[in-house]
């Protein structure tokens, strides 16, 4: 489990790019009305959670595992707004 604070920092300092991708490809199937930053900031909870609970001896990779965390979470996010 990655528990080392720098560990962490660096798995969501590698993903911020992911974050940005998957908010925008989900912004783009919204109404014009729903913002972009919200949905990345649903994201950026996503990523902290996956870089907090990664465990990379599951033979995983990060990207893999973030992407499930941070897509799940934007579409948490979607719902909890309506």
């Given at each position: ?11 969501i ?36 959670e ?33």
């Open positions: 489990m990655a528990a080392d604070p720098q560990k962490v920092a660096q798995l300092n590698g993903c911020q790019g992911l974050v940005r991708t998957i908010a925008w490809r989900v912004h783009q199937r919204l109404p014009k009305t729903v913002d972009l930053d919200d949905l990345i900031g649903y994201g950026q909870v996503g990523l902290a996956a870089a907090r609970d990664f465990d990379e001896t599951k033979g995983s990779q990060f990207v893999t595992y973030a992407w499930y965390r941070v897509r799940g979470a934007i579409l948490d996010g979607l719902s909890r707004m309506t």
